[in-house]
T-cell receptor
Framework: AQSVTQPDIHITVSEGASLELRCNYS??????LFWYVQSPGQGLQLLLK??????LVQGIKGFEAEFKRSQSSFNLRKPSVHWSDAAEYFC??????????FGTGTKLQVIP | EAGVTQFPSHSVIEKGQTVTLRCDPI?????LYWYRRVMGKEIKFLLH????????ESGMPNNRFLAERTGGTYSTLKVQPAELEDSGVYFC?????????????FGSGTRLTVV
């Protein structure tokens, strides 16, 4: 069965600092990989996705993620965090059966 | 284009009552999904419709939950009777066939509180 691990439940960074959110997945082949963000009172917004090809994926809001097959990881990065990035971030996997498995989420706090 | 619409946004009901959640997918999206997040845990799959047919309902927790999709358009998720452990956020999503291109679009969710 596919699974997703987000080891960091809560992360705090200073505004302007770089950010990396970790995600590891378990799946027999290369799945479809996603990062979603949920701001307070909002729905899940797709930041970026990986299906194949270039392992460095660019998304919206200045985010990027790198797929590393050898490490079964799909970490999310941003070079300079803005206060508006404070939200909860979810890594997710679609193993090809149109059933998405989510990680438990990482809450990001941004301090001035 | 309009996104995935869910209503109500919040619902508070007493244990034993019935609640119906509604989801309007993006027009033209044949695939519709229900997910829920209970008590801050991970978001879990409930079921998947293709048009009006249930493609996969393996995530439905028990027979108190009934999902329908009338005419392959909007969908409802009924909980009857509601229990305390049903509290959480229920998300709906829709997608086109080429989800490698378009991915999944989620709604804002319905926050259900059973007291």
């Amino acid at each position: 069965a596919q699974s997703v691990t987000q080891p960091d439940i809560h992360i705090t960074v200073s505004e302007g600092a770089s950010l990396e959110l970790r995600c590891n997945y378990s799946y027999g082949a290369t799945p479809y990989l996603f990062w979603y963000v949920q701001s307070p009172g909002q729905g899940l917004q797709l930041l970026l996705k990986y299906f194949s090809g270039d392992t460095l994926v660019q998304g919206i809001k200045g985010f990027e993620a790198e797929f590393k097959r050898s490490q079964s990881s799909f970490n999310l990065r941003k070079p300079s965090v803005h206060w508006s990035d404070a939200a909860e971030y979810f890594c997710a996997v679609d193993g090809g059966y149109q059933k998405v498995t989510f990680g438990t989420g990482t809450k990001l706090q941004v301090i001035p | 284009e309009a996104g995935v619409t869910q209503f109500p946004s919040h619902s508070v009901i007493e244990k034993g009552q019935t609640v119906t959640l509604r989801c309007d997918p993006i027009s033209g999206h044949d695939n519709l999904y229900w997910y829920r997040r209970v008590m801050g845990k991970e978001i879990k799959f409930l079921l998947h419709f293709v048009k009006e047919s249930k493609q996969d309902e393996s995530g439905m927790p028990n027979n108190r939950f009934l999902a329908e999709r009338t005419g392959g358009t909007y969908s409802t998720l009924k909980v009857q009777p509601a229990e305390l452990e049903d509290s959480g956020v229920y998300f709906c999503a829709s997608s086109q066939d080429r989800r490698d291109i378009y991915g999944y679009t989620f709604g804002s969710g319905t926050r259900l509180t059973v007291v």
